[in-house]
C-alpha cells in the first residue's frame, strides 16, 4: 500500500535558476558567459509551495540568478521563505548552497528520501562518473519520469557531443561511469534536468542522435552495453 501510494505522487517543477558554462563542447570559451548551476524547485501537484512540501535542487545562486530567482517566486505568489528543504546532487563548489544576501542556513533544511510525507516518492539514485558520489532525483509528473541530474548531464550539447567536463581530469573509469550514468538515466527519464543547462525533453530524435555519435565518445570500445541500453529505451518508445 505504501509503495502505491509513493508511486502516485505528483510533481511539478520551476527552473529558479538556468545554468550555463562558458566552456562549450568543442573546447570553446565564451568569457561573457557566467559559470552557474541550474537550482531547480520541486513541490506536489496541485499544492502551493510551502517550507514543509518544497525543495530546491542545487541551490547555489549567483547575485543576478538569486535576483531574478526571486522574481519568478513572486509570480508564482511565493517567495524564498515558501522553500523549505534542498539537495545537493553533487558537492561540486558551483552546486553547493550560496545565497547571496540571504542566510538560509537555517531556515532550509537538508533534503533526505522521506518515506511518507509531503515530499514522498521523490527517488534518490546514484549516477556516478563527474563525481563518484553524485546522486540524482527522480519524480512522477504530468510530463512522466521527471530527473533532476546535476553534472551527470551537462547541457544538451555536451550530452549530444558525448563530451565530459575535462577540465576536472578525469581518468578512464570516470568516463566510462560517465556514459553508463548518461544510458541509465536516459533509460528511466522522460524529462532531463541538467547541471547546467535548460530542461532536455528524451524523445526518438533525440536518443537516434545519441545511438549514432556514440561511438565518437572516449572509450566507447569499452563500455558497447551503452548503446544497448539506448535501444532497449528507443524500442520500448514505439
Ligand atoms: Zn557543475
Given at each position: 500500500?505504501?509503495?502505491?501510494m ?15 558554462l ?11 558567459v ?16 510551502h ?29 524564498l ?71 551527470a548531464?551537462l ?25 553508463r ?58
Open positions: 500500500m505504501d509503495s502505491i509513493m508511486n502516485n505522487m505528483s510533481y511539478q517543477w520551476e527552473i529558479l535558476q538556468k545554468g550555463q562558458p566552456l562549450r563542447p568543442d573546447r570553446s570559451i565564451d568569457p561573457d557566467e559559470h552557474i548551476c541550474t537550482s531547480t524547485m520541486i513541490w506536489p501537484v496541485g499544492q502551493t509551495p517550507a514543509s512540501n518544497t525543495l530546491i535542487v542545487d541551490p547555489c545562486f549567483s547575485i543576478k540568478g538569486i535576483h531574478n530567482a526571486c522574481l519568478k517566486l513572486i509570480r508564482m505568489g511565493a517567495s521563505n515558501n522553500i523549505g528543504y534542498y539537495y545537493v546532487a553533487h558537492d561540486h563548489f558551483d552546486h553547493t548552497l550560496k545565497v547571496p544576501g540571504r542566510d538560509v542556513r537555517r531556515a532550509w533544511k537538508r533534503f533526505y528520501p522521506m518515506k511518507n510525507g509531503p515530499l514522498s516518492g521523490i527517488r534518490v539514485s546514484h549516477c556516478p562518473g563527474h563525481y563518484s558520489s553524485l546522486t540524482a532525483l527522480s519524480f512522477n509528473s504530468v510530463a512522466g519520469q521527471v530527473w533532476v541530474v546535476s553534472d548531464v547541457d544538451r550539447d555536451w550530452l549530444t557531443a558525448w563530451e565530459y567536463f575535462w577540465p576536472n581530469g578525469y581518468g578512464d573509469e570516470e568516463i566510462i561511469e560517465t556514459w550514468s548518461v544510458a541509465f538515466i536516459i533509460s528511466q527519464a522522460d524529462v532531463i534536468i541538467p547541471g547546467h543547462g535548460d530542461e532536455i525533453l528524451v524523445t526518438p530524435q533525440l536518443i537516434k542522435s545519441l545511438i549514432a555519435e556514440f561511438p565518437k565518445a572516449d572509450y566507447a570500445d569499452e563500455c558497447p552495453e551503452v548503446v544497448d541500453v539506448l535501444n532497449q529505451r528507443l524500442a520500448s518508445m514505439k
